[in-house]
């Protein structure tokens, strides 16, 4: 049983310009997302759903200024990306980036090896990522191509899946998942991310904008994210509510207030 905890989390994002002032994105996000939990957040555009998600992994670029993110209570600010990964987070992100010149086959078994500290056996490995691959219908080919380099959107997010299904993080965050699926990747890839909840009692955040994928993956919790923060959580049915409303209730509020 695992437990990210997220309290009162303000996050600033730097700018390319150095001597530019960060810009406050984060104001007071509290969340807890514990092993077989699946939340949803939808909220939207620019509201910083992203820059949580890059918060929790510790890109670099997002600084937090207020506020804790713990797993199991070990303060994961603390910790390098590396040592994230390594203690259960994972990250599949909104959008992948390329890595021209390393293969697929090479760099999963590179983070497979860093996240369970040692390298998986070659021939296991084979088997493992070749039945990994077709449960989610990617071509063999792919192994040998550059990380992402050229990958249809589509592919990309198979890809984020599959990494998901080997290296078996215990709380995964997955951003925008859904997008640029056709309706038969959507189910697949949803088939990928229940077997690795069913399999590993993962706890997911899933971060999107439309509720079909939430028919295929069902929430316990759904959250309305906007301005940096949570302004509502409530079951499954809160998600219906916005794909029929959309954010304006919760979007004069936070103006308002
Ligand atoms: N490096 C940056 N420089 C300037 N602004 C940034 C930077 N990174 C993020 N922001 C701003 O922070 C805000 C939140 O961005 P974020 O990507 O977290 O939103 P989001 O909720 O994921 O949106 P979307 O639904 O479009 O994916 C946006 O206004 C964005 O422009
Ligand atoms: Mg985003």
Do not use: C
């Amino acid at each position: 049983m695992t437990t990210l905890e997220i309290r009162d989390l303000h996050v600033n994002v730097k700018q390319s310009d150095a001597d530019a002032e960060p810009i406050s994105i984060l104001k007071g996000v509290d969340l807890t997302v514990a092993s077989g939990e699946t939340h949803a957040i939808m909220g939207p555009n620019g509201s910083g759903k992203s820059t949580l998600s890059y918060a929790i992994a510790g890109h670099p670029k997002y600084e937090v200024t207020q506020g804790s993110i713990t797993l199991d209570g070990e303060d994961v600010l603390e910790m390098s990306v590396d040592e994230r990964a390594r203690a259960g987070l994972f990250l599949a992100m909104q959008y992948p980036v390329e890595v021209p010149g390393v293969s697929m086959s090479n760099f999963l078994r590179t983070a497979a090896t860093a996240v369970r500290g040692e390298a998986p056996k070659l021939r296991h490995w084979v088997k493992e990522t070749k039945e990994a691959m077709t449960e989610l219908g990617i071509d063999p080919s792919f192994s040998e191509r550059s990380v992402n380099e050229g990958f249809s959107g589509g592919e990309k997010k198979r890809h984020e899946v599959l990494q998901l299904g080997l290296l078996k993080p215990k709380i995964a965050i997955l951003d925008e998942t859904d997008s640029g699926l056709d309706v038969d990747a959507l189910r697949i890839v949803s088939e990928g991310v229940n077997q690795y909840k069913e399999r590993e009692n993962g706890g997911v955040l899933l971060i999107t904008h439309y509720t079909r994928i939430l028919r295929y993956i069902k929430p316990d919790f759904v959250h309305v994210f906007v301005a940096g923060r949570i302004v509502e959580s409530a079951g499954p049915e809160l998600a219906d509510e916005l794909e029929e409303n959309g954010y304006v209730r919760f979007t004069s509020a936070a103006t308002a207030g």
